[in-house]
């Protein structure tokens, strides 16, 4: 890193909160320059003497600016600099006329009065006892920032950290550091356990810890969480910790995980297997979260519901006379059970009824005189639910009222809510903390429904509650199985309940039909293909090292990889009119070396030596290069006309349906990963550049390796709970400001606009938006939605993946892959089971 030394001139601007700051300084080998540095810094003040770490970089707005990733204060370097530093605001209660006193008095001696013998500070005139306890308090603050900072990075910690670090601890900080380097990743955000890790290690802390060993097994028991596991057993863990330090540390980890239990920082539940009791480890949350529901659940199953059953029948079969589509048989089973029980679920698949169920029980409801509370655990679900039932609908958040100085529910056991029937929509996406709070809240006196598909995703966050309580057998399930005539009219529907049978669709292609688009066909398969990278390293080695030994008028012999024999197995190309290719012998070989003639051998897989290297070498796209390399073309594939799967996608996203649905269509695409060519992070970066690219007018910020521009859309990645924006929602970027870095994302619900504010470090949380993992788009909906499905994407090719991204779509759904791709994900079965045990409590009572 490059370095810049000099003195504060001006704080130009500085954010409390997150410590970033944009200053003038002028370098003390340039003493008539001003120069711009951009820093995170905890407190700075003009004059004070700095060393600035960092890269200069061009600002497109403020030109040339110094970014600094390191900061280190060093005295000031002149008597000017030194007033001009105490009497800057450092220090409460002198200003510039008391610091040129001081500085006049005690000339270069000055800063070692503050140090060592603040008392004589009373020799200069105008300073008296009570002034100089005001000082006294306000220097030994600022040292302290001063020390936490420097302390923190003599141990590789950046500046951007040590500022959370020191807002979160305060002059705490060092002590908790060095007592607990690890507790560095429960605390603060962006902190993970390598980082901490690299900070104990450089601190002196052993390799084999007890306390290195107990971060990593909380690390473990962590990153569980975040696969759906709610415990592990001590062979998981073990594997795991093994798998994160890179050395084998058994019986270390088992000692320490038997520390932990005595000391209560893990839980244990036991569950039996084979006639033998498994110890089952929980971090201490989770295993409460896990308890609470289930024993709240248990409470509710014990109560009774006392209602005039002939009455509310009486009262459905008039409600049915005056519909257009009465209630088929289950569903009215349906809506007279769900009154009758104080917990139940109702579940089925697209086009059964859910929601048509749904509006007949709340208006029974209302006819009963119940107070009923709709809620959904997104914003999208919450507005979905409140259009379709015709009643105001909440997000869970937002029903428990949510608090951020606290960091928990206002709602709660002590305070619950005020209803008397609590409906929850989407609960497939209910995880086991957010389950516990909401069953706290409700009263045992109020009933509760939850709806879902348990054939979708089960939750972002460990647990599988609808899952579990359905199989459970405990709670009432009501399971609509009838797919309604007019529901079956859609292609969406039909396929989506083909796909839970293990049944391959047969989805029409606009290629072959091209007329569809003008059917009422709201499902469509677009056969194409993507390169490997294996495909685009070759494509790339032929177009660069053909092209080369043409021009030196060399020849290149192509040799199946892994094949030592010689004889008559070569391929030669060579040029002189024309590129073309024949078989070579050895000794053919052997006779143009004599001749002086250049020759290059490459080793290629056999599976490429059947590649037309002319029209590999001639192609001008990349479809045209795939197509002279992938066997077997599909014959309505849209390579055929120049587009690969994901150029298909972008022309479909920024064009196609557009023209189709309208311009104000929201499109969406739904990919099953995050990397590769048709993973979200290169189809994003090829949709921007499409549909939103640098132009004069639109303002672009680089975080990281990524690029936000105004008018972007853009999707949350987790949680904040002070913003009120959460996991999964997705807004647009509606302003950007260069000199803070921060940005205004509008979000959207229904006919309702939030405008969110976002600082530096809360913008690190988002991510472009035009592409989004299947599992981020749960318990939303979409206009129409693309899905890739391709060979790439082999690992998460899963039905119930494909089955969740496809009902997304309320218009239009459109494939862009192969067949073959379709066809694994239908047959294949995610059997990956979560480390639950609510089912076995709520059955069994331990």
Not at 565 to 586: A, F, G, H, M, R
């Amino acid at each position: 890193m490059e370095k810049l030394i000099g003195v504060i001139q001006r704080v130009t601007y500085h954010n409390r909160e997150n410590g970033w700051t944009v200053l003038r300084v002028t370098p003390i080998d340039k003493p008539h320059e001003l120069k711009t540095v951009t820093v995170h810094q905890a407190n700075v003040f003009a004059g004070a003497t700095m060393e600035f770490e960092g890269e200069w970089v061009h600002h497109a707005k403020y030109g040339e600016q110094f970014k600094s990733q390191n900061t280190f204060e060093r005295k000031p370097s002149s008597a000017s600099a030194l007033e001009k530093y105490i009497g800057s605001g450092l220090i409460y209660g002198v200003g510039p006329k008391i610091a040129k006193r001081i500085v006049k008095h005690f000339g270069k001696d000055t800063l070692d009065v503050f140090e060592g013998d603040i008392e004589r500070l009373k020799e200069v005139p105008g300073i008296a006892q009570t002034k100089l306890e005001q000082i006294e308090s306000s220097w030994t603050e600022h040292r302290e920032i001063r020390n936490v900072m420097l302390f923190l990075q003599e141990y590789g910690v950046s500046t951007l950290f040590a500022v959370k670090i020191y807002k979160t601890y305060g002059n705490d900080a060092i002590k908790i550091v060095e007592d607990n380097p690890y507790q560095l990743s429960k605390d603060i955000y962006g902190i993970g356990f390598f980082s901490a890790d690299n900070i104990a290690l450089s601190m002196g802390i052993g390799k084999d810890s007890p306390k290195r060993m107990q971060a990593a097994v909380s690390h473990v028991l962590s990153a569980a969480r975040e696969q759906g596991h709610c415990y592990l057993e001590l062979e998981n863990i073990q594997k795991e910790v093994k798998k994160l330090l890179n050395e084998n540390y058994s019986d270390l980890c088992q000692e320490v995980v038997n520390q932990m239990e005595k000391n209560n920082d893990l839980k244990v539940r036991l569950k039996q297997e084979e006639n033998l009791a498994v110890k089952c480890y929980y971090s201490k949350s989770l295993y409460f979260d896990e308890l609470h529901t289930a024993k709240i659940t248990q409470s509710f199953l014990e109560n009774e519901v006392i209602i005039d059953t002939g009455r509310a029948e009486s009262w459905l079969k008039r409600f049915n006379k005056l519909q257009e589509f009465p209630l088929s048989d289950e569903q009215f089973s349906a809506v007279l059970g769900i009154c009758q029980h104080p917990f139940s679920i109702l579940t089925g698949g697209p086009g059964c009824g859910k929601t048509t169920t749904t509006k007949a029980l709340v208006k029974l409801l209302f006819a009963m005189k119940k107070r009923v509370t709709l809620a959904a655990p997104t914003g999208r679900a919450a507005q979905r639910m409140s259009e379709v039932i015709g009643a105001e609908a909440q997000t869970i958040h937002r029903l428990l009222v949510w608090q951020p100085q606290t960091g928990q529910f206002k709602k709660n056991e002590e305070d619950q809510l005020d209803t008397d029937f609590v409906i929850i929509d989407e609960s497939s996406m209910l995880d086991i903390s957010i389950s516990a709070s909401l069953l706290k809240a409700i009263p045992l006196s109020a009933q509760l429904l939850f709806i879902g598909d348990p054939n979708q995703l089960p939750s972002v966050g460990a647990g599988n509650v609808l899952k579990d309580l359905i199989e459970s057998e405990k709670v009432p399930c009501f399971h609509l199985r009838k797919v309604f005539r007019q529901a079956n009219e859609s292609q969406i529907i039909k396929f989506a309940h083909e796909i839970i049978h293990r049944q391959i669709p047969r989805i029409e292609s606009p290629i072959h039909v091209p007329d569809i688009w003008n059917q009422k066909i709201d499902c469509l398969f677009i056969d194409s293909e993507e390169a490997t990278k294996e495909q685009m390293l070759f494509i790339r080695k032929i177009r660069k090292s053909m092209r080369y030994v043409i021009d030196k008028e060399g020849i290149a012999f192509i040799r199946e990889q892994g094949d030592e024999e010689l004889d008559d197995s070569y391929k030669s190309i060579t040029q002189e009119d024309d590129i073309y290719i024949n078989t070579t012998s050895k000794e053919e070989i052997e006779n143009l070396k004599r001749t002086g003639v250049r020759s290059y051998i490459f080793n290629v897989p056999k599976k490429f030596l059947h590649t037309n290297i002319e029209s590999l070498m001639r192609s001008e796209s990349n479809a045209e290069a795939l197509k002279g390399i992938v066997e077997n073309i599909h014959p309505w594939s849209s390579i055929n006309y120049g587009f690969t799967a994901s150029e298909m996608a972008v022309r479909l996203y920024t064009k196609t349906i557009k023209e189709r649905l309208g311009e104000h269509t929201e499109v969406q695409i739904l990919t099953p990963m995050t990397v590769g060519s048709m993973g979200t992070r290169s189809l994003n970066q090829l949709i921007q550049e499409t549909a939103n690219p640098e132009k004069e007018g639109v303002i672009s910020l680089n975080i990281g390796d990524r690029t936000f521009r105004t008018g972007d859309r853009v999707i949350q990645r987790r949680n904040n709970y002070d913003l009120e924006v959460f996991n999964g929602d997705i807004g647009f970027i509606s302003a950007i400001d260069h000199q803070s870095n921060c940005m205004e994302i509008t979000y959207q619900t229904g006919e309702n606009e939030r405008q969110v504010h976002y600082e530096k470090q809360d913008v690190l949380d988002l991510d472009l938006a035009y592409a989004i993992t299947i599992h981020k788009s749960q318990g939303s909906e979409f206009d129409a939605v693309i899905i890739p499905v391709v060979l790439q994407h082999f690992n998460m090719l899963y039905q119930n993946l494909i089955y969740t991204a496809l009902t997304r779509a309320k218009k239009m759904a459109i494939f862009v892959g192969t067949r073959k791709a379709l066809g694994i994900a239908v047959r294949n079965i995610d059997n990956r089971t979560r480390k639950t045990m609510l089912k076995t409590i709520v059955q069994n009572d331990i």
